[in-house]
């Protein structure tokens, strides 16, 4: 055995490591978020930049592109998700063959991702719009419904696979055991669901969705490159809106009270997900 | 009858998922003109240039280089910090762990978009900035929080018997934990460094901002060509193309483990 010393001592690298990348930069940008700067002095204005950000007509129709968006992405990636792992062969050599193909395109860079997407939905001769028009549908970026049906389908693509992998690994966690056992009780394929996979999988999908939720919200490069944020603000979201002001000196502290909310707004979700997945399971 | 077809599920999806990455080959050996100039399923004026122009001018192929360079300093980095925490959190307990853990989850919570000004600042103040171990640190952030967490998943699936067990036959701490508890959760390790280098490998935003000429990844090079030159398709597709290499040389190691699931840990 070890002694009490001895186990801080075991977490101290990572904690440190972790207060050196994390904790510090989020301070800094608290302290951004607070104060106005003329060149390096600093001047302490409060709440200012959260008022003037919050109450910006642009900003708040940002976040709520962004809400949209995520809750697009995820109601389909993990319900797709969630079957496509239910359909999933438990193992063997096929197991390992489909998992190489899925993982393939949450390897590709963000940005490979973004040119991939443009180039199928290039006017005339992109696949994507050679296949809609074949189906009689005008598709063109410059639709408000298009460039919206482009950038859901180009998340489903790049990390629906996430999601499998998570509920694959949830429900492999489940003893052969309880399948026997519901056999034996008559289950239903409902019931095998609802009382022998849903509880093991259920924290794993509340992770995944964590995980989507936080990197979808965010979403920067993508409609940056494909869409460049329109028609109009059509797609328009937060991290560009303030990686934009960010960019400029000036909108330092703006940016930063920005990013200190978008940050509050994750947490917030992500909390509220943790609280839900592991309450049920105690009363389970 | 109904089951019937929701078992092709799984092969309509990989469908789905393999037309892209086809049509990505397909245009990295196609010429500009062709791509833009109508819809050919296959090359018809088949041509390495693209490939041939990544590989031999250095301003591109350095990019990959520094990608993986940081990658790889990450990866080692997020998996050693996090075996010995992983250790602690799956065989102690202590006033506050349950919190600590939180607290550690939290970071790979936090957007990466809210920290590219901060780490920027800060990044060039110890003199890191454009070096790949700044980028290799700041993406430690989100990945030993995760590294952690599939590795105490691993870990807990261990009985507490093999430790004891080590003590009593007089093993050293470090000695039982290099010399066995490492390899009896080779597995764990396996696909905690799959998920790191995935998520450094694809993260575009910080890599970009702590970056500017010496340790400029890939994906930033890419973005700087499109715009410069316009949109050279062709090119920018070979280039694309070549960035799956990497990542699929680790599944390739880590597939089976993949397959077989991963334990993950207490939340």
Redesign the interface.
């Known amino acids: 055995?070890?002694s009490?010393a001895?186990?801080?001592?075991?977490?101290a690298?990572?904690?440190l490591?972790?207060i050196?990348?994390?904790v510090?930069?989020?301070a800094?940008?608290f302290f951004?978020s607070t104060h106005e700067n003329f060149g390096s002095e600093f001047f302490f204005v409060g709440v200012q930049w959260y008022q003037e950000a919050l109450l910006s007509p642009d900003f708040q129709f940002n976040v709520l592109r962004s809400l949209l968006f995520s809750g697009l992405a995820l109601g389909v990636e993990m319900p797709?998700g969630l079957?496509?792992a239910l359909?999933?062969p438990r193992?063997g050599r096929l197991?390992?063959v489909?998992?190489?193909?899925?993982?393939?395109?949450?390897?590709?860079?963000?940005?490979?991702v973004a040119?991939?997407?443009?180039?199928?939905s290039?006017p005339?001769?992109g696949?994507l719009t050679?296949m809609a028009s074949w189906l009689g549908w005008d598709f063109n970026l410059n639709h408000v419904f298009s460039a919206w049906f482009l950038l859901i389908v180009m998340d489903c693509?790049h990390w629906?696979?996430l999601i499998v992998?998570?509920a694959?690994?949830?429900?492999?966690?489940i003893p052969e055991e309880y399948y026997r056992a519901a056999a034996v009780d008559a289950a239903t394929p409902w019931g095998v669901f609802r009382f022998v996979q849903w509880p093991r999988l259920k924290?794993?999908l509340g992770?995944a969705a964590?995980?989507r939720f936080?990197?979808s919200?965010?979403i920067?490069?993508e409609p940056l490159?494909t869409t460049h944020g329109g028609p109009k603000n059509a797609t328009t979201f937060v991290?560009r809106a303030?990686?934009q002001t960010?960019k400029t000196q000036f909108e330092?502290g703006y940016?930063?009270a920005v990013?200190?909310f978008?940050?509050m707004i994750?947490?917030v979700f992500?909390f509220a997900l943790?609280k839900l997945t592991?309450r049920q399971e105690h009363r389970a | 009858m109904k089951n019937r077809i929701?078992?092709f599920?799984?092969l309509f999806?990989?469908i789905?998922?393999?037309?892209?990455?086809y049509?990505?080959l397909n245009?990295s050996f196609k010429t500009t003109n062709e791509?833009?100039?109508?819809?050919t399923l296959y090359p018809h004026n088949f041509t390495f240039a693209n490939y041939a122009t990544i590989l031999t001018d250095p301003s591109w192929y350095r990019g990959y280089i520094n990608s993986i360079e940081y990658v790889f300093i990450n990866t080692v980095?997020s998996v050693?910090?996090?075996l010995?925490?992983a250790?602690?959190?799956s065989r102690?307990r202590?006033l506050g762990d349950k919190h600590?853990f939180?607290w550690?989850l939290?970071?790979?919570?936090?957007?990466?978009?809210?920290?590219?000004?901060?780490?920027f600042?800060?990044y060039s103040e110890v003199g890191l900035f454009d070096t790949p171990w700044a980028v290799a640190?700041?993406h430690?952030?989100f990945n030993?929080?995760l590294a952690?967490w599939i590795l105490e998943g691993f870990m807990g699936g261990v009985p507490t018997a093999l430790d004891e067990t080590a003590?009593v036959d007089g093993y050293s701490?470090p000695r039982f934990f290099f010399r066995i508890f490492i390899p009896t959760i080779a597995a764990g390790i396996g696909v905690a460094c799959f998920f790191c280098f995935?998520f450094s490998?694809?993260?575009?935003?910080l890599a970009k901002t702590l970056t500017s000429v010496a340790a400029k990844p890939?994906?930033a090079i890419?973005?700087k060509t499109?715009s410069a030159s316009g949109?050279q398709?062709g090119l920018?597709?070979a280039?694309?193309s070549l960035?799956?290499i990497?990542?699929?040389v680790?599944?390739?190691f880590v597939?089976?483990y993949?397959?077989?699931?991963?334990?993950?840990g207490r939340?």
Not at chain 1, 6 to 11: A, I, S
Not at chain 2, 35 to 39: A, T, V
Request: with cysteine; hydrophobic share 65%.
């Open positions: 055995m070890i009490r001895q186990t801080f001592g075991l977490l690298p990572a904690v490591l972790l050196a990348t994390g510090i930069p989020l800094l940008v951004y797709l079957f496509i359909r999933l193992e197991t390992s489909l998992v190489v193909l899925m993982v393939l395109p949450l390897l590709t860079p963000n940005i490979v040119y991939l997407f443009k180039a199928l290039l005339l001769y696949p050679w693509w629906t696979s992998l998570f694959h690994a949830g429900l492999k966690a924290l794993m992770i964590i995980l936080m990197d919200f965010m920067y490069a490159v991290a303030f990686v960010k330092l940016g930063s990013s200190v978008c940050f994750v947490l992500a943790f592991t | 929701t078992r599920v799984p999806y990989i789905f998922l393999m037309i892209p990455i049509w990505l245009m791509i833009l100039g109508g819809f980095f050693a910090v996090a010995p925490a250790y602690a959190f102690y202590f600590l939180f550690l939290t970071n790979r919570m936090a957007p990466p978009a809210v920290f590219a000004l901060p780490v600042q800060l640190l700041a430690t952030l030993i929080p952690v003590f701490f995935m490998w694809v993260e575009l935003l890939i994906a890419m973005t499109a949109y398709l920018l597709a280039a694309g960035t799956l990497p990542g699929a680790v599944v390739y597939r089976n993949i397959a077989k699931g991963f334990a993950l939340v």
